[in-house]
């Protein structure tokens, strides 16, 4: 079983292969599933595929989310490396990525129903958090 957004919609979809049968794409069309961003994270100093950074995304609400950059959760697969975090209602989100490396990353104001490519130490210092 592995998981991810194979048509970059947002909403995260399931392929589920077994020892006989033809793989079995459950393809998510839930009409309203809210706002979402997702993170392609490119390492430097870390890992390239940024496996391990820990993802703090915050709304304007205050509302905080923790995910981690992980392919693995199931035998014999790999899920999406991108971060996937819904978001409710939020129209832009704060997002810190802290990598491997103890590198820390800090994003403003990042439109919300996106994918957003991240690279470790590459951040402009207009989009620094104090
Ligand atoms: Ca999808």
């Known amino acids: 079983l592995a998981i991810g957004d194979y048509d970059n919609d947002g909403r995260l979809d399931v392929l589920i292969v077994d020892a006989e049968g033809a793989p079995l794409l459950l393809h998510n069309e839930t009409p309203s599933a809210g706002n979402w961003v997702q993170c392609r994270l490119q390492g430097t100093k870390s890992n390239r595929d940024g ?3 820990l993802v703090w995304v915050r709304t304007e609400e205050g509302k905080r989310y923790l995910r981690l950059c992980q392919t693995d959760g199931s035998y014999m697969s790999a899920s999406d490396k991108r971060v996937h975090c819904g978001v409710g ?3 832009v989100v704060d997002i810190e990525v802290r990598w491997p490396s103890g590198q820390v990353d800090a994003y403003r104001q990042i ?4 994918i957003v490519s991240l690279t470790e130490g590459n951040i402009r210092k207009k989009e620094k958090l104090s």
């Open 51 to 53: 496996l391990g950074a």
């Open 89 to 91: 209602s939020a129209k």
């Open 111 to 114: 439109p919300t129903n996106r």
